[in-house]
Nanobody, 126 residues
């Protein structure tokens, strides 16, 4: 599985961006997909995850209510809509995929995911 993230850029605080992650692989519709991010000088952290069915999502508390993860299985793409962006959202954003079912409590764990994209930089100015 190869993941290609895009959509990052520079935005002012309060603005919006939509990240995309295009995936290869015939069974994309069965993957659990997630977004993580890594700010300068910090460890990578969980942002959001979406089960293959699209019926179960999980969000970090810091982004809940502002970010929305979604997927288009026909396009093999997962999205992260980011609204009301804050300077503390500045980070490199990575998409990740797991080709197996995950229990809810594992959705936010890095080691649940076997495949990672290259990252896309989001910079939010104050």
């Amino acid at each position: 599985v190869q993941l290609q993230a895009s959509g990052g850029g520079l935005v002012q605080a309060g603005g919006s961006l939509r990240l995309s992650c295009a995936a290869s692989g015939r069974t994309f519709s069965r993957y659990t997909m997630a977004w993580f991010r890594q700010a300068p000088g910090k460890e990578r952290e969980f942002v959001a995850a979406l089960r293959w069915s699209g019926s179960t999502t999980s969000y970090a508390s810091s982004v809940k209510g502002r970010f929305t993860i979604s997927r288009d299985n026909a396009e093999n793409t997962v999205y992260l809509q980011m609204n009301s962006l804050k300077p503390e959202d500045t980070a490199v954003y990575y998409c990740a995929a797991a080709d197996r079912g995950l229990i809810f409590t594992s959705l936010g764990a890095e080691n649940s995911y076997s495949y990672w994209g290259q990252g896309t930089l989001v910079t939010v100015s104050s």
